[in-house]
């Protein structure tokens, strides 16, 4: 067990009924060891990335206070993603795809982590909008090492694509 962290951990689906999937995976990282869900975002309908041609993503972002190791932290995301039905292949070729749940750790504290199957702060953070919308609206100034203040990063990129789903205050147990 590591010292008390912050960490961000970007959520989304677009199989099943999503926003159910979504809520139920900010609950399940409530519930992990030494693990606490200080603020969960709105969430947020956004258009598929990478592969286009299938539905549209619920997405939200939790921003937790963590003992968990990264590495642990990362392997209570694999788990959370399979307990809600999602099934990597081995060969990453279903990467962009459809999923049940995609759970995505982004941040950990003002750590940089670069090992294999694990990269923090995410490598795409800055290049998404349905990251940097919902991060923003529960940390608009907590900073993302190599990036800057997520504000910042969010007003330097295009964001009109990102919409609300419902109108949901955040979460927040700060």
């Known amino acids: 067990m590591s010292d008390p962290a912050v960490a961000f951990v970007g959520l989304g689906s677009n199989l099943g009924d ?9 609950a ?8 606490r869900v200080l603020r969960a975002s709105s969430l947020y309908r956004t258009a598929a990335w990478g592969v286009t041609a ?4 619920i997405n939200a972002v939790a921003m937790l206070q963590t003992a968990r190791a990264p590495q642990e932290l990362l392997l209570d995301l694999l788990d959370i993603e ?3 039905g999602r099934h990597r292949l081995a060969d990453g070729s279903d990467r962009w795809g459809p999923r049940t749940l995609d759970l995505d750790l982004l941040v950990y504290g003002d750590r940089v982590i670069d090992e294999p199957g694990l990269h923090v702060p995410h490598p795409r953070l800055r ?5 940097l919308v919902p991060m923003a609206e529960i940390a608009p100034d907590a900073l993302v090492p190599g990036v800057g203040p997520v504000r910042q990063a969010l007003a330097a990129m295009e964001s009109a694509e990102v919409e609300g789903v419902t109108y949901a205050q955040p979460h927040d147990r700060a």
């Open 18 to 26: 999503s926003i159910a999937i979504v809520r139920a995976a900010l």
């Open 28 to 35: 399940a990282l409530d519930e992990l060891p030494d693990t």
């Open 54 to 57: 299938q539905p549209d993503f």
């Open 82 to 84: 399979r307990h809600a």
């Open 127 to 131: 290049e998404r909008a349905f990251v």
